[in-house]
């Protein structure tokens, strides 16, 4: 139980509004810089549009065409950051362009684009770029369309396999340094007194009860709430005098879906970077923990934002388009075991076309609609949300009239942070491998870095964690127990789908594993029965609106 009495009797120095990997990521920075931080989700952390990417850590080699030079050497340089500070969750990924003559780039401008490339990755650890003409190319892809190839490009960015915990991991790091980070909180209402928010009125959903959030005369507001910032603006409107914040619309939200597909004949080993055939769109084939991601599709969206499903013709061009370029896959609508889709919270560039809205970030101050402690992100990628942070950090202490401290997230690595090399994972191949098989103690290690160790120390009082969850996947039920004691996990979503990848992995939606899954949150969390009823026919309801295909639906 949440101690609302407590958050209510502080006063914070920042109120961050949205959990997402940008509002974790200024959290973090905010609590280490010394700032008394709250950070308000209304659902899980990392549930919006961060549980939703192609978990690249990315330069963005697509930007390059739109002159945003700035923007891939800010992502470029994130990726060095992550891979130092986060090596446990963030890796190299090679990545192969195959380069037709009938499409929209030919291999000169693919070739002109890797030089750029590396040339502002000028300080890098990752291997340079390297050309390959048709016949080599052809060597190393044999299953690959041989129609008007002319040759391929092959660079290194970078890939976050568990995008959501490394979301959780900036979460986890707020917490430490002293920041009161809630999720299931939403914020209804902003309060303002003049020309400053005073309060923020929040709902904690787990409970239904309604709190305040206050601050001082030098608090600031950030709105890290992705798509939901015009809405979140809007909640501040109590009577015509404030309508300002919000009045224009600051996102402008675009739709990407993916669709995940176990290994095909002629699935290739890196990551494809295609143009599509039939609209020159660039997509991505990505391997990705034992399966292939495929995404993604862009299109404007105005739907609900709490309810975004890959269309079944999004999901049709997505595996014509992996045939076109791999014939041998001969994908259908039965190989597809997940799909999934979100909105990028683009800035609002009305009549751009999806694909050339900038993906740049800004910080919109609320300073020129009469609000002076309120700052909206607009826009902000997975990459550079370490960037965002700080950025957002220097402000904060601007709007404080304060010096800032220095900010330290460049060189501090995340709580998981780890090497396979280091000797924790020996010591607990040698104490553990008798009671759990090696390939769930690398698992672990390889989902959890350092964190591991805390997993599997629960198994020393109850041994039964050590069981696997399905005789299919490495996972332990230990996950489920840890998942819920130590990483604010309150639902069957939250466990399956963000804080592991049973959801994914297991087959059928996870809905297979809820009779596992409930069984051992009643043994060790005290779930009761009901609670596990509900709990399961929410799990069900949200992947019918958000994960299984409509064509599915339909049929079953
Ligand atoms: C299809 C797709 C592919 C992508 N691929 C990549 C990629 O490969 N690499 C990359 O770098 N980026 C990628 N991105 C972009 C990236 O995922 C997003 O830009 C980023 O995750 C946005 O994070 P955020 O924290 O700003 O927003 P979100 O993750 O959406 O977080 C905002 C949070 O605010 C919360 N919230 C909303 N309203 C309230 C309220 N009233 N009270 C409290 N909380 C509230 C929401 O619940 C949500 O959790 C992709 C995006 C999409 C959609």
Redesign the pocket.
């Known amino acids: 139980m949440r101690d609302l009495t407590a958050i209510e009797n502080q006063d914070y120095d920042l109120i961050v509004?949205?959990?997402?990997?940008?509002?974790?990521g200024v959290a973090r920075d905010a609590a280490l810089r010394g700032l008394k931080t709250i950070l308000?989700?209304?659902?899980?952390?990392?549930?919006?549009?961060?549980?939703?990417?192609?978990?690249?850590?990315?330069g963005g080699l697509r930007y390059l065409e739109y002159f945003e030079f700035p923007l891939v050497r800010e992502?470029l340089k994130e990726r060095e950051v992550l891979l130092r500070t986060a090596p446990h969750l963030v890796n190299p990924l090679l990545l192969t362009i195959p380069i037709y003559g009938d499409r929209s780039r030919p291999y000169w401008k693919i070739w002109a684009g890797m030089i750029l490339y590396d040339i502002f990755s000028f300080d890098k650890t990752l291997p340079l770029h390297r050309m390959l003409p048709k016949a080599q190319f052809r060597q190393l892809f044999r299953s690959i369309d041989p129609e008007g190839l002319s040759g391929g490009a092959q660079y290194y960015d970078g890939q976050v396999a568990y995008?959501e915990r490394l979301?959780l991991e900036n979460i986890i790091s707020a917490r430490e340094a002293g920041a009161v980070v809630l999720n299931y909180?939403?914020?209804?209402h902003l309060q303002r007194q003049g020309d400053r928010l005073t309060s923020l009125v929040?709902r904690d959903l787990l409970t239904d009860k309604e709190f305040t959030v206050k601050g001082h005369n030098k608090t600031v507001v950030i709105n890290?709430?992705?798509?939901?910032v015009d809405?979140?603006c809007k909640?501040g409107v109590e009577n015509d005098r404030d309508a300002p914040i919000g009045k224009t619309r600051k996102i402008g939200p675009?739709?990407?879906?993916?669709i995940i597909v176990p290994p095909f004949p002629g699935a290739p080993e890196t990551t494809f970077y295609v143009e599509a055939k039939s609209d020159g769109r660039p997509f991505f084939i990505i391997p990705w923990l034992n399966m292939y991601l495929i995404?993604?599709t862009d299109l404007r969206y105005n739907g609900d934002l709490d309810r975004i499903k890959a269309d079944d013709e999004e999901i049709d061009y997505l595996l014509k388009e992996t045939n076109n370029i791999i014939p041998t896959a001969n994908l259908c609508r039965e190989d597809v075991k997940f799909t999934y889709?979100?909105?990028?919270?683009l800035p609002n560039q009305e009549g751009k076309k999806p694909g050339s809205v900038t993906r740049k970030h800004i910080l919109y101050d609320h300073k020129k609609e009469g609000v002076v402690n309120l700052i909206s992100?607009i826009?902000?990628?997975?990459?550079?949300?370490r960037n965002v942070g700080e950025e957002m950090v220097d402000a904060v202490y601007r709007k404080m009239n304060k010096a800032a401290p220095p900010c330290s997230t460049d060189s501090q690595p995340l709580p998981g942070s780890i090497l396979p090399s280091d000797r924790s994972v020996g010591e607990a191949i040698d104490k553990y491998s008798e009671r759990i098989p090696l390939k769930s103690i690398n698992h672990l290690f390889s989902m959890y870095g350092s964190r591991a160790l805390e997993v599997l120390a629960l198994i020393n009082n109850e041994p039964e964690l050590a069981e696997k969850i399905t005789d299919r996947l490495p996972d332990i039920k230990a996950q489920i127990v840890y998942a819920v004691r130590s990483e604010f996990a309150y639902t069957l979503v939250d466990i399956a789908r963000r804080r592991t990848t049973l959801a994914i992995h297991a087959g059928n939606y996870g809905l297979e594993l809820l009779p596992v899954m409930t069984e051992t949150l009643k043994k060790y969390c005290g779930w009761t029965q009901e609670k596990c009823d509900r709990a399961s026919l929410e799990y069900r309801t949200y992947m019918e609106e958000n994960c299984i295909p409509d064509y599915e639906l339909t049929t079953s």
């Open positions: 509004i949205g959990g997402g990997i940008n509002g974790a308000l989700e209304k659902g899980d952390f990392a549930g919006g549009s961060s549980s939703w990417s192609s978990r690249l850590i990315h992502s995008a979301c909180t939403e914020v209804t929040c890290t709430s992705g798509p939901w809405k979140v909640s675009t739709k990407g879906s993916h995404g993604t889709s979100g909105v990028r919270p992100l826009g902000g990628k997975l990459t550079t949300y």
